[in-house]
C-alpha cells in the first residue's frame, strides 16, 4: 500500500508540474503576443550596457532598422547628442534606487540620417535592493505632433511680427461681428 501511495503522490506531483509548466507557456506566449503586437516600440535592454536584448518590430520600423541591427546597438547611440545627459541622468537615478521609472521625450536617429521625436517610458526590471540589470522601454513616435506644434509656433510668431509692424489698423471679428482681436 506505501508503494501505491507513493506512486500516487508522484504522479500528482507530475501533473502539478505539467500544470505548472502549461501555465507558464501560456503566460510566455501572451507576453510575446503583446511585445510582438504593440503599436508601440517595445524594448528589453541590458540597463549597464545600453545594449538592446529584445526588441519589437514597430521600434525597428520607426527607426528604419532591422532586429539584429538594433540588438548590436545602443539606446545611447540611437539618442539624439542634444537629448542624451538627461536620458543618461535618469538612467544614473533609477540604477540607484530613487527611481522605479521615468518618462522622457527625446529625439532617436532613424538608419539614413532623419530624425524622429518620441515619448519615452522607461521601467525598472530589477527588484528594488538587487543589482541592476535590465529594463524596458516603450517608445511612442509623437514626430507630427512635434512638427505641427512648431509650424503653429512659426505661424503665431509671423501673425506677430506683421501685427508689430505694420502701420495699418487691423480688426478681427467673429462670424457675428463681434471685434474679438
Known amino acids: 500500500i506505501s508503494s501505491i501511495t507513493h506512486a500516487a503522490q508522484l504522479i500528482a506531483v507530475a501533473i502539478e508540474r505539467k500544470k505548472s509548466e502549461t501555465a507558464l507557456e501560456e503566460s510566455e506566449k501572451r507576453f510575446r503576443a503583446i511585445f510582438e503586437q504593440a503599436a508601440v516600440g517595445v ?50 537615478r533609477m540604477k540607484a534606487g530613487d527611481i522605479r521609472q521615468f518618462k522622457l521625450e527625446k529625439r532617436l536617429k532613424r538608419k539614413g540620417g532623419g530624425i524622429i521625436w518620441v515619448n519615452l517610458a522607461v521601467s525598472a526590471m530589477w527588484e528594488p535592493g538587487s543589482v541592476p540589470d535590465r529594463h524596458v522601454a516603450i517608445v511612442e513616435d509623437i514626430t507630427s ?20 509692424h505694420t502701420s495699418a489698423l487691423i480688426v478681427v471679428t467673429d462670424n457675428t461681428g463681434r471685434i474679438t482681436h
Open 43 to 92: 524594448a528589453l535592454i541590458d540597463s549597464n550596457s545600453g545594449r538592446f536584448i529584445a526588441v519589437n518590430q514597430r521600434y525597428c520600423d520607426m527607426l528604419g532598422m532591422t532586429i539584429e541591427e538594433m540588438q548590436a546597438s545602443t539606446f545611447m547611440a540611437i539618442t539624439h547628442p542634444e537629448d542624451l545627459r538627461p536620458d543618461l541622468d535618469l538612467m544614473a
Open 145 to 164: 505632433t512635434k512638427q505641427a506644434e512648431e509650424a503653429l509656433k512659426e505661424s503665431e510668431q509671423m501673425n506677430r511680427a506683421l501685427l508689430d
